[in-house]
């Protein structure tokens, strides 16, 4: 039943995907519909942005023939990019440089059963015929000085005598050698060419089925079931390769056309611009969902960010509107390479190669077993098995591997129709909007349009004022989370220090308590009638001052107690008793503590709330009023601005109070002088006599006790208390105030876009005015004609989009 529907859904999917490409097309072939882009008047469709639509429906068309979901790799050149697609695939497919790599976006495809990576490119012809040239060009005189420069690399001294020799690339390499060469061949080549001064032919490789394609079993994905559609992973060039500009143009085209994006960011830049460009791209680009692989995570300290944070971080402050929390994975991709490659090897063939013949082999021990891992460890299959495992834990790769790439694999097929219908029901809001502002700007006389591009002068300032008033209402909202977080830091305080006063004075009097037991038996029974007759005091210190003069009384003169009411100290001989102090004072904390924290929370999301109805009514609400107006004016039926209030991603409060009290009780010896009975007749006749004062002799004693001082543990207590707020501010700075203002830039920024875009569509049509009556009535009809199904196409863009969402979600029910 499901291979069916697929097949269904593909069908429509295929049908709405040429008829895109097929209206484009006309667009562009009838004259004065689409023109030449002009400079500072941005038109919704122009000669280039609809070459690229073109483009981006033919490739989706490809995908979705071979019901292919197209995962696009990208990242920054020493973000760990091939490294990640490696642990993914569980083979090394991809060489580790410390330079650009990736000349060609390519295609890593799972093919089952294809143990031996082989890398196919059937259109050589463009980058050989670039080889001839190259070969009469560096025979030239005037390039003698530049192929001289290039002696002192091996790497272009090599490609320079295949060139000279008439060397050529070929259609398929077998073996991760023969793969490795071919792309840093690929990669020198265009390095050489642009030293030559060469155009690389790029734009013979624009479309997905003519680039470099490697065919190879992704290892986790053995042995699972045989779903209708394929997975690909596609490595994508880094916007900051070797500032090679023509990069970027294919970077931005391969985002647009992909199923998904995983964006593999540096864990060790986060708070860096390392990854500025990277992050600009996809938060321009949009549309597919995005996903982020935050490499090299083993890198952090004990103080470092937590997995909660950098999930925190990067969907709050360097993502947001693009990535939600839950698509963010810190992972160690070296780790997860070598576990994932060394357990794809054992499953394989039963034990690892010899690592002098394989050096991975010796990374894997190293990072698995320690340094002191020897040959033998490796001839134990067990115990390597367990060590790749403990290692893979550590890696953190199975959760993404699970929700990201078996996810993936498990749904290919309709998430290709998904991704397709996507940018169906995005290209038919487009062509639409463009095709009615069009007609209606014929329609009109010159002097109505001329009024009406001077309101939508007047639009984009009343765009410019809302932004301002979001910016005011964001700083005033985060003036009101402060001001809160130093009310409870405040309270926090005092109760904390309310609870520490209570459970100290229980110690106290724990304390008095043992040093009464350690007396005479009169002086034990003095001391507790005087205790029970005192009066309750309002503080400890009052308290423990009471108890202080029945001891006094209690004891003769001369006799020592181990006891003093006025410091602010507790000494216990029973070291478990000052450790069971400190665990109920530590738990009576983390109980305030949590309750400041849920307190806290629970007014943060108010404050929130708040902010989100202001911005509705003095943001959104106008927003709807300017579009309402334009739409109004322009006679124009289906262009609407949806303002989506930016999620807001909050830090709970840190708080480890085992950690603040560790060391809060100290261990030390002291003397005390103590009184025992003489040894001698006198003391013995005494006895019988049961004396108080005679027959007794003094002596000293070393004794172990622990000690727990009140202003330790207040200064540990506040100390950690400061660290956990400190930091609070700046946390709601970046989980609040950063991602709103990015999220309300970028909705101004194509809010302010959209608008402009309709002011030079009808800019043209102010310049369409002075042709003549035929050209005007020929360009009006063919309008029409284009717009006929313009409108149906949409409906069934939508439907496709829901059927497809339909059947996803019947998936995942059956899966639970």
């Not at 501010?729 to 920024?749: D, Q, Y």
Request: charged share 30%; glycine share 6%.
């Amino acid at each position: 039943m499901h291979e069916k529907n697929i097949e269904t859904l593909r069908e429509e999917a295929t049908r709405l995907l040429q008829y895109g490409s097929e209206l484009l097309k006309r667009m562009t072939l009838n004259p004065g519909i689409v023109v030449e882009p002009k400079r500072d008047e941005p038109q919704i469709f122009d000669l280039e942005s609809t070459r690229v639509r073109i483009d981006e429906m033919h490739s989706e068309q490809c995908k979705v023939e071979q019901l292919e979901m197209v995962l696009a790799v990208v990242g920054t050149m020493k973000a760990g990019k091939s490294t990640t697609i490696n642990a993914i695939v569980g083979a090394e497919v991809l060489p580790n440089r410390n330079r650009p790599m990736t000349a060609l976006p390519t295609l890593i495809r799972h093919t089952p059963g294809k143990v031996v990576p082989v890398l196919k490119l059937d259109r050589t012809e463009p980058i050989n015929a670039l080889m001839r040239t190259l070969a009469e060009a560096a025979a030239r005189p005037e390039h003698r000085d530049t192929v001289r420069g290039l002696q002192d690399d091996k790497d272009m001294v090599a490609l320079l005598q295949l060139v000279k020799s008439g060397g050529e690339f070929q259609q398929c390499y077998e073996g991760a050698d023969e793969i490795f060469r071919f792309l840093k061949g690929l990669n020198d080549l265009v390095r050489l060419a642009g030293e030559l001064g060469i155009d690389f032919p790029f734009d013979s490789y624009s479309h997905i089925e003519a680039i470099p394609v490697i065919e190879v079993e992704f290892g986790h994905l053995r042995g699972k079931s045989d779903f209708q559609g394929r997975l690909a992973l596609l490595d994508t060039p880094g916007p900051n390769e070797a500032g090679q500009p023509h990069l970027r143009k294919m970077l931005r085209e391969q985002l647009r056309n992909a199923s998904a994006i995983l964006a593999v960011l540096d864990f060790t830049q986060l708070k860096s611009d390392a990854d500025a460009e990277l992050r600009k791209e996809l938060v321009d680009i949009g549309g597919a969902r995005t996903y982020a692989l935050v490499n090299k995570f083993d890198q952090r300290d004990r103080n470092g960010d937590t997995e909660d944070d950098v999930c925190a971080l990067v969907a709050g402050k360097l993502l947001p509107e693009v990535v939600r929390p839950d698509d963010v994975f810190p992972v160690s991709s070296k780790r997860g390479y070598l576990a994932n490659r060394a357990r794809t090897v054992l499953a394989a063939q039963g034990r690892l190669p010899d690592p002098k013949a394989e050096g991975w082999v010796e990374d894997f021990a190293t990072e698995a077993m320690g340094s002191s891992w020897d040959e033998d460890d490796l001839d134990d299959s067990e115990k390597v098995e367990s060590a790749a495992g403990k290692l893979w834990k550590k890696s953190n790769f199975q959760t993404l591997l699970t929700d990201v790439i078996e996810y993936a694999h498990a749904r290919a097929a309709a998430l290709a129709i998904d991704s397709a219908a996507q940018k169906l029901i995005k290209l038919t809001g487009d062509v639409s909007n463009f095709l009615d502002i069009r007609k209606t700007g014929l329609a009109q006389d010159a002097q109505t349009l001329h009024a009406q591009i001077n309101a939508i002068v007047e639009d984009i300032r009343k765009i410019g004022d809302l932004e301002q008033t979001a910016q005011k209402a964001t700083e005033n909202a985060l003036a009101e989370m402060a001001g809160m977080v130093d009310e409870r830091f405040s309270r926090s305080q005092k109760d904390v220090e309310t609870v520490v006063d209570q459970y100290f004075l229980k110690g106290k009097m724990a304390e008095l308590e043992a040093a009464i037991e350690q007396q005479k038996p009169r002086s034990r029974k003095a001391i507790r009638k005087s205790s029970r007759s005192g009066e309750s005091a309002p503080s400890w210190k009052g308290i423990l001052a009471s108890l202080a003069e029945a001891v006094g009384e209690a004891f003769n003169p001369g006799e020592d107690i181990d006891f003093n009411p006025n410091k602010e100290t507790i000494q216990f001989d029973d070291a478990s008793k000052a450790t069971e102090l400190m665990d109920t004072i530590r738990a009576r904390v983390e109980e305030v503590m949590a309750i400041a924290e849920s307190d806290m929370q629970h007014d943060l999301m108010q404050l929130i709330e708040g902010f989100k109805q202001r911005f509705c009514e003095h943001v959104e609400a106008p927003a709807h009023r300017i579009i309402g107006d334009l739409n109004k004016r322009l006679g124009e039926d289906g262009f609407t601005v949806k303002l989506a209030i930016p999620m807001i991603a909050l830090d709970t409060i840190e708080f480890s109070s085992g950690e603040m009290l560790a060391d809060a009780i100290q261990h030390k010896t002291r003397t005390v002088t103590r009184q025992r009975r003489q040894s001698g007749t006198w003391g013995k006749v005494c006895s019988w006599f049961n004396t108080n004062d005679w027959g007794w002799e003094d002596y000293s004693v070393s004794v172990e006790y622990s000690e727990i001082h009140l202003g330790t543990v207040k200064e540990m207590v506040a100390r950690r208390i400061g660290e956990s707020f400190d930091g609070l501010a700046e946390r709601i700075h970046a989980s609040v105030k950063e991602p709103v203002n990015l999220a309300t830039g970028e909705f101004f920024a194509v809010f302010k876009g959209e608008v402009q875009k309709i002011r030079g569509t009808l800019m043209q049509s102010e310049r369409d005015q002075q042709r003549d009556k035929a050209e005007k009535d020929r360009l009006i009809e063919e309008l029409v004609v284009l717009m006929k199904n313009v409108p149906a196409a949409r409906e069934d863009s939508e439907e496709l989009r829901r059927e497809t969402q339909h059947w996803l979600s019947d998936e995942l029910e059956e899966q639970a």
